[in-house]
């Protein structure tokens, strides 16, 4: 992991492309936030309870999954995480002063903002610009989560299928998609979606491999679904 400081907002154009409303952040209040950049290599887990504890974190580039780890050691994916997110998990356990629930892992290489949690917590507070646009990412992140549990009363293979035709065509065979991602798509884990993944590799239906898979039988796969 590499990290360098943050001097200032105004000085840092990929900042604010991707959190445009950190501009309302004054200089004073920034360097009291001791902001910092960390860079991770993919599978590293980057933000948990002991971080959570100490500081808020912005995702400045790649992608993570927020996820829990069950007592049987089980990992439940509750969502992505991507640049101009805020996890929502932190939001909420921060406000409500309770203990961070969740682990954010790094899907790809991924380069993350650390800023005191005290002083993003007082942001939040002070500045409707920043209110807006985390309360309006919380709002989008429950509806999506809500959407996910509509299609819960569809089968896993049919959720999966239809997420495999949706991404795919017949000139669009080769989806860089992982496991975690379509896991979170249709609200599984990433251990059920790779045992169903391995049947269809079985069947013939498609190939995998890290990061991707590829569409050989797009028509028995459509086929499926009209069974």
Request: net charge neutral.
């Amino acid at each position: 992991m590499n990290r360098f400081y943050m001097r200032s907002t105004s000085h840092n154009a990929q900042l604010l492309a991707v959190f445009p409303w950190l501009s309302v952040v004054t200089s004073e209040e920034w360097v009291k936030a001791q902001p910092t950049v960390r860079k991770y290599e993919a599978n590293s887990r980057i933000f948990q309870r002991e971080e959570a504890a100490s500081y808020g974190m912005f995702l400045l580039s790649g992608t993570a999954r927020i996820s829990r780890i069950a007592e049987d050691g089980d990992e439940a994916v509750i969502s992505l995480l991507t640049p101009g997110e805020v996890c929502g998990l932190f939001v909420l356990s921060g406000l409500s002063s309770r203990d961070y629930p969740g682990t954010i892992t790094a899907e790809s290489e991924v380069e993350a903002l650390f800023v005191a949690k005290d002083s993003f917590l007082g942001w939040l507070h002070t500045y409707a610009e920043v209110r807006s646009a985390v309360f309006g990412g919380l709002l989008d992140g429950l509806l999506r989560i809500s959407e996910q549990y509509g299609q819960r009363s569809e089968s896993l293979d049919a959720r999966l299928t239809k997420a495999l035709l949706r991404m795919s065509s017949e000139r669009k065979l080769l989806l860089n998609v992982t496991h975690h991602e379509l896991a979170v798509e249709i609200g599984s884990s990433r251990e059920v979606v790779s045992r169903a993944l391995r049947r269809y590799r079985q069947q013939g239906w498609i190939e995998t491999g890290r990061g991707w898979i590829r569409m050989m039988r797009r028509d028995e796969l459509e086929a499926q679904l009209g069974d």
